[in-house]
């Protein structure tokens, strides 16, 4: 794998994990009792985000080495993925 598509994939990774934490650990105005002026009561207190990117970082990491190492030590093949799919009709 490219450098190039090696930062690809972790950027991919790392926003797909991103969209999974943000909601975590979520206050809304409404269930603090403190909704501005001009806000959605649905708006968060304190988001922290960035708490969560420096999180969505050390998750992206760990899952991307895992799949890079795949990948790099051919743990799973394109043979083996074309095995599991449906019979060649050609």
Same mark, same amino acid.
């Given at each position: 794998m490219s450098v190039t598509s090696a930062l690809v994939f972790f950027a991919v990774i790392w926003a797909l994990v991103f969209y999974m934490v943000m909601?975590?650990?979520? $206050?809304?105005?409404?269930e603090a009792g403190e909704v501005e002026p001009?806000?959605?009561?649905?708006?968060?207190?304190?988001?922290?985000? *960035?708490?969560?990117?420096?999180? $969505? $970082?050390?998750?992206?990491?760990? /899952?991307?080495?895992?799949?890079? *190492?795949?990948?790099?030590?051919? /743990?799973?093949?394109?043979?083996d993925l074309e095995a599991l799919g449906p019979p060649n009709t050609r």
């Open positions: 909601p975590l650990g979520q $206050t809304s105005q409404s001009g806000t959605p009561a649905s708006a968060p207190v304190n988001a922290r985000v *960035g708490r969560k990117a420096l999180i $969505t $970082t050390a998750i992206a990491a760990a /899952v991307f080495a895992v799949i890079l *190492g795949v990948i790099e030590f051919e /743990v799973i093949t394109m043979a």
